[in-house]
C-alpha cells in the first residue's frame, strides 16, 4: 500500500522562475493538501483539493496555484519564485468521504531552494 | 488571531522515562486536535488525535490529554526509547479544513 510520494526530491530555481511540485495521494485517500515548512518551523498550510475544486486556501499569494486531477493526484504550481520561497513543501492526503477533521497522511516532501 | 504554541522549545529524556510534550492553543472554536512526529528529512508522521467531546485518548505508548478550560493539550509518551526522538508538533482544526500547525518540540532520548 503506497504512502503519499511526491516529486523531486530537491529542486533549485532562481528568483522570477516557476515551479511545480507533484503529489500522489495514499490509495484510498481523495483530498490533498499542501504545506510549506520553513526551516526550524511547523508546516503551513497553503490550500486543500478535493473533487478538483480548491475548497480552503491559507494566507499564501496568488503567485501560488494548485490542480488536482481525476486521479486525486495534485500539483502546486509556484510562479515568480521570490528567496523567501526556499523552504519544504509538503504533500498530505486524507479522506474527504468523512468531512473535515480527519487525520492526514504526509509525503516526505520537496526541498526548493531559490538562489 | 489563531496560534498553536509550546511550552518548551527542546526536551531531553532518559531512556526508559516517560516523557510529556505541552502545547496551548487560543482558539476555543478548535474542535480536533492532533500530534504529529517528524523525524529529520521526513514528512510528519501521524501520532494520535482527539476531539474536543473528549478528555483523553491513548494509543500505543502513547496518551493525548485535553483541556478545554485552560486551551492546553499534551502528548505523554511512555517508556521512551532512542527511535522517538524526533520533532513533535500539535496541530488543531477549528471548523474547517485548515490545520494550524505549532513550532514544534524537540525531543532527545539519552541512551
Known amino acids: 500500500d503506497a504512502g503519499v510520494t511526491q516529486s523531486p526530491t530537491h529542486l533549485i530555481k532562481t528568483r522570477g522562475q516557476q515551479v511545480t511540485l507533484r503529489c500522489s495521494p495514499k490509495s484510498g485517500h481523495d483530498t490533498v493538501s499542501w504545506y510549506q515548512q520553513a526551516l526550524g518551523q511547523g508546516p503551513q498550510f497553503i490550500f486543500q483539493?478535493?473533487?478538483?475544486?480548491?475548497?480552503q486556501r491559507g494566507n499564501f499569494p496568488d503567485r501560488f496555484s494548485g490542480h488536482q486531477f481525476p486521479n486525486y493526484s495534485s500539483e502546486l504550481n509556484v510562479n515568480a519564485l521570490l528567496l523567501g520561497d526556499s523552504a519544504l513543501y509538503l504533500c498530505?492526503?486524507?479522506?474527504?468521504?468523512?468531512?473535515?477533521?480527519?487525520?492526514?497522511?504526509f509525503g516526505d516532501g520537496t526541498r526548493l531552494s531559490i538562489l | 488571531g489563531e496560534s498553536v504554541g509550546l511550552h518548551l522549545p527542546t526536551l531531553s529524556v532518559q531512556e526508559g522515562d516517560n516523557s510529556i510534550i505541552n502545547c496551548a492553543y487560543s482558539?476555543?472554536?478548535?474542535?480536533?486536535f492532533i500530534w504529529y512526529k517528524q523525524e529529520s528529512g521526513k514528512g510528519p508522521q501521524f501520532i494520535i488525535d482527539i476531539r474536543s467531546n473528549m478528555d483523553k485518548r491513548q494509543g500505543q505508548r502513547v496518551t493525548v490529554l485535553l483541556n478545554k478550560t485552560v486551551k492546553h493539550l499534551s502528548l505523554q509518551i511512555a517508556a521512551t526509547q532512542p527511535g522517538d526522538s524526533a520533532v513533535y508538533f500539535c496541530?488543531?482544526?477549528?471548523?474547517?479544513?485548515?490545520?494550524?500547525f505549532g513550532a514544534g518540540t524537540r525531543l532527545f532520548v539519552k541512551a
Open positions: 483539493y478535493y473533487e478538483e475544486e480548491e475548497r
Open positions: 498530505a492526503s486524507s479522506d474527504g468521504r468523512g468531512g473535515y477533521n480527519q487525520p492526514q497522511h
Open positions: 482558539n476555543s472554536a478548535s474542535d480536533y
Open positions: 496541530a488543531e482544526n477549528s471548523g474547517g479544513f485548515k490545520t494550524i
